[in-house]
């Protein structure tokens, strides 16, 4: 395949991205009205499982494939992408107010997940066991059972959240349900044929395959959350796009690399552990910021950008020795 189509389909990925993702934050935010479900719950479930569907598909399948260390680095370059460079952006471009009290727990879980990872790669030295995955996939089930169980007992708490803030009538529930399921459905397409045309120029420059799953392949599953977070942002819905973040980052540890690591155990080597070294201490620092001053500053967006353009500097220019 020439390399001009790949191109031709990488901008109709990204254009099919936009439009689905604009789709998507209008219906899901519709269904959350009128269920009288806050929208930061929205988010962190129906809109990151929806969005989180690309690193899905390419983790399992480099897990059946005996690619693991693909899967690995797919999900850790993808949550340091979400934290740094998605956040950072869209608190640049758009800088907004944090309710760290509703979604804390959140936080702390995806902090705990994440050092969890890590502790088992510290433990095992090369490899994360099969169990290991097994009990990423069992935190996550207890977790979303709670989550939901909490939401449903105080979803009318707050009958504020419901309420539209745009001045237009609200669409009819059912029509909501539909246009958020095709909408996913097509961030999900325009993801894959994003990162199916990326990854077709990328491999003509024969990079390794650590560094495929930490820049092509991670950027391009996220980014139905990048171009998501930026349009929920533009319209004012800074704490729907916040827990959206969040529960994208802990569907992908929890429930994606823990369903590939049960199809196969994960196996890593050293340059991999400080990836997921570096992904523990963005998550502390994420939670740091958010915390601070009850908003996500301009100059916090500017240093999490700076922070993602070293770290990726720092892996291209010593793939071996990081």
């Not at 979604?103 to 290991?132: E, H, K, N």
């Amino acid at each position: 395949m020439g390399i001009f189509l790949n191109i031709v389909m990488l901008i109709g990925g990204l254009v099919l991205l936009v439009q689905s993702a604009n789709l998507f934050v209008n219906s899901s935010v519709g269904i959350a009205r009128h269920l009288k479900i806050p929208k930061v719950i929205i988010g962190l479930t129906v809109v990151a499982m929806g969005t989180s569907a690309p690193e899905v598909v390419i983790s399992v399948s480099a897990a059946l494939g005996g690619s693991s260390q693909l899967a690995m680095a797919n999900v850790t370059g993808s949550n340091i992408f979400n934290m740094l460079f998605i956040v950072g952006l869209c608190t640049f471009i758009f800088p907004f107010y944090v309710k760290l009290n509703r979604i804390s727990r959140d936080f702390w879980v995806c902090l705990l997940s994440t050092a969890v990872v890590l502790a088992l790669m510290l433990i095992f030295g090369d490899y994360i066991p099969q169990w290991g995955s097994a009990l990423l996939l069992v935190g996550f089930a207890v977790y979303m059972i709670l989550l939901v169980r909490n939401t449903m007992k105080n979803k009318n708490a707050q009958p504020e959240e419901v309420e539209g803030n745009d001045g237009k009538k609200s669409k009819p529930l059912w029509l909501s349900i539909i246009l958020t399921i095709v909408g996913g459905a097509l961030i999900v397409g325009g993801g894959q044929l994003t990162v199916f045309s990326a990854s077709n120029i990328a491999e003509t420059l024969g990079v390794s395959e650590r560094i495929i799953g930490l820049t092509i392949v991670s950027m391009g599953t996220s980014l139905p959350e990048l171009v998501t977070t930026l349009i929920a942002c533009k319209k004012n819905e800074g704490e729907f796009a916040l827990g959206f973040i969040v529960g994208s980052c802990l569907f992908n540890l929890m429930f994606v690399l823990g369903i590939a690591g049960v199809i196969a155990p994960l196996s890593f080597d050293a340059s991999m552990l400080f990836d997921m070294a570096v992904l523990t201490a963005t998550t502390a620092l994420f939670f740091l910021f958010c915390k601070t001053g009850g908003r996500l500053a301009r100059l916090e967006g500017l240093l999490m950008v700076l922070i993602f353009t070293g770290y990726m500097t720092f892996v291209l220019l010593n793939p071996a020795a990081s």
